[in-house]
């Protein structure tokens, strides 16, 4: 068995010039829901069924998982397993606005602890299409060309020391008291820049150098980004390009996943804002 890493990173980048061309004329919504309960965007569902064929057609491959999806789907014999949003930020859509694509590779069955990644990656469909790859304690990015070739542009991707930008999601009056607080001193200190994607918005973190949040909010304690598919994947980036990651008390990745479709207060940045978050929640 080859490379299977790299046969899904490979995957993933090929079919991201695809993904990004099929957006237009996809921006209606579909008539279903997704198992977290959200309506689903026609591009979401389109995005799901061209990567799961994609992906559970690679050899290494052995369990499929999707935001899109209920129950995990079986691939065959492979030892990994992939966990996929295959659009982040589809509400953006209709507002020409960032979106991606994220995806985890687990070494385990889904649903897994963030721990058990061997890499994550997430493809951005900005003004350029961009994919960011961690593997090997080592971040990489790409430009993705319009054949799907991934030219390097930036090697050992890793945090800028001093944070600049913060993004913090959900609604004000909906915060709870003690991300409030935290808030109004991260505001008093950095840049507010928000995109309502996840993807765009974690982007903007590692390239300038911040914090990201989707808080515990007062109508839902467990906040509305999804363990396995979005907070792991993202927080194993952000650790391998020396950021942190946090539920609120500790690393993403060191938390149990409870169900596949798990819900989690994400919190990725500077590793000094991270901890000034978890004090001011101790
Ligand atoms: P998805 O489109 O995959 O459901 O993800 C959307 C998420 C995430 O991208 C973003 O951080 C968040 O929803 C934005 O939520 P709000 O619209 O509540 O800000
Ligand atoms: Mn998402
Ligand atoms: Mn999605």
Redesign the pocket.
Known sequence: MGDTVAEIIDVVASSAPEIRGGLTGRRRKADEQ?P?G?TQ?AA?VWADELLEERLTAIDGVGQFAS?EREGVIDAGEGNYAVAV????????LKSNNS??T?LGIYDAELPAKGTEQVAATYVLYGPITTMVVARDDEVTEFVIENDGTQRTVTEDLTLPDEPVVY?F???VPDWTDRFADYASEIEAELKLR?G??????VNQVLTYGGV?G?PELESRPEG???LQ??ANPMAYILDAAGGASSNGTQSILEAEPAGLHERTPLYLGNEALIERLESTFA
């Open positions: 997704n977290s959200e965007m979401d935001e949003d295959p659009l982040d930020g589809s509400s953006n979106m991606g994220v993004g999601g959900g609604r928000y309502g994607a996840m993807i765009g918005d990201f989707y509305k980004l999804r598919f979005e």
